[in-house]
């Protein structure tokens, strides 16, 4: 949109975390961000965690800049100069006329760039990936481009290509070697399965793990394991797109727990040593799986990414008994901060029987909390023009 009476440009946009059932880890081509293998993830809903992003253009400003989170960052770092190119370089080939009268966006006007996360970085989750998804997404918008864009996407941050999309997404790796063919499809939106809910863990961690950009690397270098996994995906992925498709929740958690396993493996296998999963972690695991073998199925299903908080997939029907189990386990501190926040949950009473069947002793503390959320849509535009980061002089509002 035009902002009224000065001769600037204003897109303000939002887009969604995804996490994934089918993990990435490994490039192929660190340049193009090109992985080697796919992956399929499920994007999270934006009433819980979402990224917004403002950008703004204008003739009066005289460099690119970025705001992140309140301050301002460096412009020139690589990732986020690709994704500046890219964008620029769509536009000019997807301009039609050669309309060049001063109230036209040009391509040469520099931007001005405010991002926010609705959710703590302390919460550990993989900013980057809604981060990315949200830039490009609103300077898409801002040059009015349309259509496939989880190509420039994946040059800012690998998963981020995942995030262009609600519902269940695969990225499928591609073959070529300019990477044309490495985008993120929808495999179901989210109205596919809307019971489907997602409880986010927050465990309480002393140390901030090693990134995954420089995580993988290694494991490139380093990992017999991984190079094997690459075998092992095709196959997973198929299985886990039919049990998408049909809605088996079984075959969908069982995948899910392996595949975490299997990334968490190979980190392990990684030299020297990547360990992601602290004790609380490994606890939630035993957790799981003594719940679901309570029950004779899988109820609940856990993944990890590049830290120790738990993602949970559990459907509609299990998620305030299972949310009281945890509690009963990870009893909060009290007059600590809230412990659940999110979509609400009922309070439902644990039976004697399966509590004597999980055999745990409990561990004060050990989950900070709990976000309870669900399954939602990709990267929406912003009409609500309150909502912009930048003020009217396209500087953050803040
Ligand atoms: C463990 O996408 O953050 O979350 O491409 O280097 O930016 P870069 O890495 P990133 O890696 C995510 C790794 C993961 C698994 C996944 O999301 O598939």
Redesign the pocket.
């Given at each position: 949109m035009m902002v009224e009476g000065s001769r600037m440009w204003m897109v303000t946009c939002t887009a969604p975390v995804n996490i994934?059932v089918i993990?990435?880890?490994g490039?192929r081509n660190e340049e193009l961000?090109l992985p080697i293998n796919s992956?399929l993830?499920v994007t999270l809903h934006q009433d819980q965690l979402k990224s917004t992003t403002t950008v703004a253009a204008s003739q009066d400003f005289k460099e690119d800049r970025i705001w992140l989170n309140g301050k301002e960052e460096n412009i020139n770092h690589p990732r986020l100069q690709t994704c500046l190119r890219e964008i620029r370089r769509l536009a000019r080939k997807r301009r039609t006329s050669g309309d060049r009268n001063s109230n036209t966006l040009s391509l040469h006007h520099k931007v001005h760039i405010c991002s926010v996360n609705n959710f703590p970085t302390a919460a550990g989750l993989?900013s980057?990936?809604a981060g990315y998804a949200c830039l490009v997404y609103a300077l898409a918008k801002l040059h009015g481009l349309e259509g496939e864009l989880s190509e420039i996407a994946r040059q800012g941050?690998?998963?981020?290509c995942r995030s262009m999309y609600g519902g269940f997404v695969q990225w499928m790796m591609g073959l070529k070697e300019d990477g044309s063919d490495s985008i993120a499809q929808q495999i179901e939106p989210e109205s596919h399965w809307p019971e489907l809910r997602v409880l986010i863990l927050v465990v309480s961690a002393e140390q901030k793990p090693i990134g995954?950009?420089a995580g993988?690397q290694t494991s490139v270098k380093t990992s017999p394991l991984l190079k094997y996994r690459s075998e092992i995906v095709p196959k997973r992925m198929k299985e886990m797109i039919d049990a998408i498709k049909q809605q088996d929740f079984e075959t969908f958690g069982q995948l899910t727990m392996k595949d975490s396993n299997q990334?968490h493996a190979t980190c392990l296998d990684t030299f020297p040593p990547i360990i992601y999963l602290n004790d609380i972690s490994k606890h939630v695991i035993n957790l799981v799986h003594s719940y679901n073998s309570h029950f004779g199925e899988t109820r609940v299903a856990y993944t990890f990414?590049?830290g120790p908080n738990a993602v949970i997939y559990v459907q509609e029907q299990h998620v305030d008994e299972f949310v009281e189990v945890v509690k009963h386990y990870f009893p909060p501190e009290e007059n600590g901060e809230q412990f659940l926040k999110g979509l609400p949950v009922n309070t439902v009473s644990v039976s004697e029987h399966l509590k004597s069947s999980i055999q745990m002793d409990s561990i004060k503390s050990g989950i900070q909390y709990i976000i309870s959320t669900r399954i939602g849509p990709g990267p929406q535009s912003i009409q609500d023009a309150t909502l912009h980061q930048l003020g009217e002089d396209g500087f953050p509002k803040l």
């Open positions: 994934a993990k990435y880890w490039k961000i992956s993830s993989a980057s990936a941050s690998g998963s981020a995954s950009t993988m990334f990414d590049a």
